[in-house]
């Protein structure tokens, strides 16, 4: 397989502005799974799909953080009005749909800064 | 809800030396734990796993056994190398498609 993809690696923003990210799974992947990951923390559960369905987005960390799946493929986190806050490393992960506990497999990140 | 508390670093430590990072969590219903390992300038990527109670998780030299008495998953190795230096996350997840949930993660670096 080739990898979980996602662009850009790095992205520096001003506060305010709106950013998106992609992330490209594993191709025969059904499952994709957004988290964030800050400073001396583990990563943190955003989002994910199975296939283009989204099951999970109350962990969202407000209405300004939105993410589409729309042909089921590749994903993209977009987070509006951009705060300091929001610095931190975007991860994206990718698991076949065979049960719970099935590891995920995860990209280097996005990592975004907001001056 | 489920959470994973790891013990804190870094950790440093000599080539050969024996190695613990503790993990214990909390947990509804019967978990599957993992440990993974997020190498320099590296995503993170799966080191092991147990899916139920006595279960051992093997890879690389590293082992950790699910305790449910305990509610514990230390990971373990007999003779850490200078490769081995990376941040490790201890990580469950249970039935109902909850998601993944991690520790913060414990920095280990091993000199030669």
């Known amino acids: 397989d080739t990898g979980v993809s996602q662009n850009p690696r790095h992205k520096i923003t001003k506060r305010g502005q709106n950013v998106t990210f992609r992330c490209d799974p594993i191709s025969e992947h059904n499952r994709l799974y957004w988290y964030r990951q800050t400073l001396g923390q583990g990563p943190e559960f955003l989002t994910y799909f199975q296939n283009e369905a989204q099951l999970e987005k109350s962990r969202l960390l407000s209405d300004r953080f939105s993410a589409e799946r729309p042909k089921g493929s590749f994903s993209t986190l977009e987070i509006q009005r951009t705060e300091q806050g929001d610095s931190a490393m975007y991860l994206c992960?990718?698991?076949?749909?065979?049960?719970?506990?099935?590891?995920?497999?995860f990209g280097s990140g996005t990592q975004l800064s907001v001056l | 809800g489920n959470s994973v508390t790891q013990m804190e670093g870094p950790v440093t430590l000599s080539e050969e030396a024996f190695l613990t990072i503790n993990c214990t969590y909390t947990a509804t219903g019967y978990p599957s734990l993992f440990w993974y390992v997020q190498y320099p300038g590296e995503g993170l990527q799966l080191l092991l796993k147990?899916?139920?109670?006595?279960d051992k998780g093997s890879n690389k030299g590293f082992e950790a056994t699910y305790r449910k008495e305990t509610t514990s998953f230390h990971l373990e190795k007999g003779s850490v190398q200078v490769s081995d230096s990376a941040v490790y996350f201890c990580?469950?997840?249970?039935?109902?498609?909850?998601?993944?949930?991690f520790g913060k993660g414990t920095r280990l670096s091993v000199i030669a």
């Open positions: 147990a899916t139920k109670a006595d």
């Open positions: 990580a469950l997840t249970s039935p109902g498609n909850t998601p993944l949930v």
């Open positions: 992960a990718s698991s076949p749909d065979r049960g719970f506990n099935e590891k995920l497999f």
